[in-house]
């Protein structure tokens, strides 16, 4: 069974930078989908980015140009690099893994293995 673990999430000043990592166990990597997403309260979670198996990535318009996805199959971890955080960024981000076919969603319904969540905070 595979299980995720977010961490890297914390507090960060307006333009600051934060690397979030997805760690799975259970399983490879190597032939799923990581989407992550993220949820503000009082809202839906959304989707932020994914990359697939083999590696094509896609970004919400909110954060092209600032937020980076990749993936490391040799260590079994998925990363997001979040440059010049705002504070409407701050929300619990989550990663979500679904076995692909060289197809990534941003969809959160597409995903079935999903981690806790690493809260992140974007203040000054």
């Known amino acids: 069974q595979l299980q995720l673990v977010e961490s890297g999430g914390g507090s960060v000043q307006p333009g600051g930078s934060l690397r979030l990592s997805c760690a799975a166990s259970?399983?490879?990597?190597?032939?799923?989908?990581i989407g992550w997403f993220r949820q503000a309260p009082g809202k839906e979670r959304e989707g932020v980015s994914t990359?697939?198996?083999?590696?094509?990535?896609k970004y919400a318009d909110f954060v092209q140009g600032r937020f980076t996805t990749s993936r490391d199959n040799a260590k079994n971890v998925v990363y997001l690099e979040m440059n010049s955080l705002k504070p409407e960024d701050t929300a619990i981000y989550f990663c979500?893994?679904?076995?692909?076919?060289?197809?990534?969603?941003?969809?959160?319904?597409?995903?079935?293995?999903w981690g806790q969540g690493t809260q992140v905070t974007v203040s000054s």
């Open positions: 990359v697939s198996d083999l590696g094509d990535t």
């Open positions: 259970g399983s490879s990597l190597n032939y799923f989908a």
């Open positions: 979500a893994a679904e076995v692909s076919g060289n197809w990534n969603t941003l969809s959160p319904v597409a995903y079935r293995y």
